[in-house]
């Protein structure tokens, strides 16, 4: 059964900042991987999308990496400002299902 | 383009009654699918629907049906809830495969919070 990991659970930054969110999972025969942030109350947007055949994939400040031989990807925020703060989810795509992890909640302090 | 709506946004049922979510999409997706998100345990997925006309389990269905009505929508039925049950109800829609056999990514709705007492 795929299980997919994220490290760390919760984290707050000064604005401005670079940081990294950590997904891990196990079982490599996946599709894609997704990420995806949530606002409270709110549903989820979709920011990046992984192909498996992929290694990365970027938009603005935003680059996620896949590494499928390890089980990992990163996703990478340049510069943080406020309006990042939300919960970051990672998703791995394999049979016909997504996979979700537990969530990276994010501060970003002023 | 309202993309994916779920009715109810709230609901309060007792344990035992029944209720049925709706979703539905404007995008022309293929396939769609329901998600329960619980704290602690992240996002499971409930049922889905490759294609119009088919319904799978996900990876916890029990205590839930659904129908796909039509292309555009697809609703989750609690026949008798229990307070297990208690939990945001996502509904979600993807193209589903590219013409290259790739998954294409999936579109939430913004939830249904339900509380069973």
């Known amino acids: 059964k795929q299980e997919v990991t994220q490290i760390p659970a919760a984290l707050s930054v000064p604005e401005g900042e670079n940081l990294v969110l950590n997904c891990s999972f196990t079982?490599?025969?996946?599709?894609?991987l997704q990420w995806f942030r949530q606002d409270p109350g709110k549903g989820l947007t979709s920011l990046l999308l992984i192909q498996s055949s992929q290694r990365e994939q970027t938009s603005g400040r935003l680059n996620a990496s896949l590494d499928k031989s390890s089980g990992r990807s990163t996703l990478y925020i340049a510069a943080s400002q406020p309006g990042d703060s939300a919960t970051y989810l990672c998703a791995v795509y394999a049979g016909n299902m997504l996979t979700f992890g537990g969530g990276t909640r994010l501060m970003v302090k002023p | 383009n309202a993309g994916v709506t779920q009715t109810p946004k709230f609901q309060v049922l007792k344990t035992g009654q029944s209720m049925t979510l709706q979703c539905a999409q404007d995008?022309?997706?293929?396939?769609m699918y329901w998600y329960r998100q619980d704290p602690g345990m992240g996002l499971r997925l409930i049922y889905y629907?490759?294609?119009?006309?088919?319904?799978d389990k996900g990876e916890v269905p029990n205590g839930y049906n659904v129908s796909r009505l039509n292309k555009r929508e697809f609703s989750l039925r609690l026949e008798s809830a229990a307070p297990s049950q208690t939990s945001v109800y996502f509904c979600?829609?993807?193209?589903?495969?590219?013409?290259?056999?790739?998954?294409?990514?999936?579109?939430f709705g913004p939830g249904t919070r339900l509380l069973v007492l």
């Open positions: 629907s490759a294609s119009e006309g088919t319904t």
């Open positions: 979600a829609s993807s193209p589903g495969r590219t013409s290259g056999g790739l998954q294409e990514t999936q579109y």
């Open positions: 079982d490599s025969a996946i599709y894609n």
């Open positions: 995008m022309n997706h293929n396939s």
